[in-house]
């Protein structure tokens, strides 16, 4: 699996206390990118974040969360679709006059599952941690935190070695500063994310996994076994799935180097690992060229070129 690429981010800041809506420079993204944008606010209903839009793209509301003595923050995320050109992405702010910020990540050979795995929290009085658990290998964990203590965050120590895409510190004018960040996440499972300095923080945290892209399988050949009269077996081995699932996987075989599977094949059942097939219609005393192959939904793959010659020969003995 291929990790997530960043292309991309936009940090915008409000310049002052106001309910003023917040764009993103203009920029050019290609179908198939995913977007992450990224909301926080002062204070409850201080300014009150609305929907994002732009480019005339789809955006799904991940997380929202605005509760009293927190900073409220919103997550969106939408796949980029229909060649839209050159593009923005705006969020408006209503009710009341307060401090609010905008991080949007543009995320290249990413996706986003039906049902994306997400967390969110407001811990409290503490340095802020929490934990999202992934499901696949080699994707990426993007986050925001904001803190309604509105501690001076000095130089932030990040968990899990995040990357910072934004901060936005105001804690010397209100109770209020926000953090942006992401981190890449080798295994999936629980990952930890936030900050283990500044501590003491009335923290508003969510985070959702962007997910690699699928890339082919891998697939090794192994020697031809079990030579006959008729047929022979064909081996292999599917050493990774590239991430999407397997939908077939076999051995073909031609007497011209690199066969394909538009030429003989047998198939096999399963998904990864070791596996045969069998060769047959084999003529005599007739090189052959053998390759293993696995199939997702991204492509085919085919092993090493391996060679057999068949000599299916019945010896006679004869006496005199």
């Known amino acids: 699996m ?138 990426v964990v993007s986050w925001l935190s904001a803190d309604w203590n509105a501690n001076a965050p000095g130089t932030p120590v990040y968990r899990s070695s995040a990357i910072q895409t934004g901060i936005h510190d105001k804690s010397a004018a209100v109770a209020y500063v926000a953090y942006f960040a992401y981190q890449v996440c080798g295994a999936a499972g629980t990952q930890t994310f936030g900050l283990s300095a500044p501590g003491n923080q009335e923290a508003t945290m969510g985070a959702i996994e962007v997910q690699g892209l699928g890339v082919n399988p891998s697939v090794a050949t192994q020697a031809v076994t079990n030579i006959t009269a008729a047929t022979a077996t064909g081996n292999g081995n599917v050493t990774s799935d590239g991430g999407q699932a397997i939908t077939e996987r076999g051995v073909c075989w031609s007497t011209s180097v690199n066969p394909t599977t538009s030429d003989s094949k047998a198939t096999s059942a399963g998904t990864t690992g070791t596996f045969t097939a069998s060769l047959t219609g084999l003529s005599s005393a007739t090189l052959y060229h053998v390759r293993a192959y696995a199939i997702n939904s991204i492509g085919t793959s085919y092993g090493d070129d391996v060679t057999f010659i068949h000599y299916p020969v019945a010896l006679s003995w004869i006496s005199a």
């Open 2 to 139: 291929a990790t997530p690429v960043l292309l991309a981010s936009y940090e915008v800041l409000s310049a002052a206390s106001d309910t003023s809506s917040l764009v993103t420079p203009s920029f050019t993204p290609s179908d198939g990118e995913v977007l992450i944008v990224k909301v926080a606010s002062e204070t409850v209903n201080t300014p009150t974040i609305g929907l994002a839009t732009g480019g005339g793209q789809t955006y799904t509301s991940r997380i929202s969360i605005n509760v009293a003595n927190h900073c409220p923050i919103r997550l969106f995320t939408a796949t980029v679709s229909g060649s839209p050109g050159s593009m923005t992405v705006t969020v408006p702010f209503t009710v009341n006059s307060g401090f609010h910020s905008l991080v949007v990540e543009r995320w290249g050979n990413a996706q986003l599952a039906a049902s994306p795995a997400i967390n969110s929290a407001t811990p409290s009085n503490s340095a802020p941690s929490l934990t999202i658990n992934t499901v696949l290998s080699d994707s």
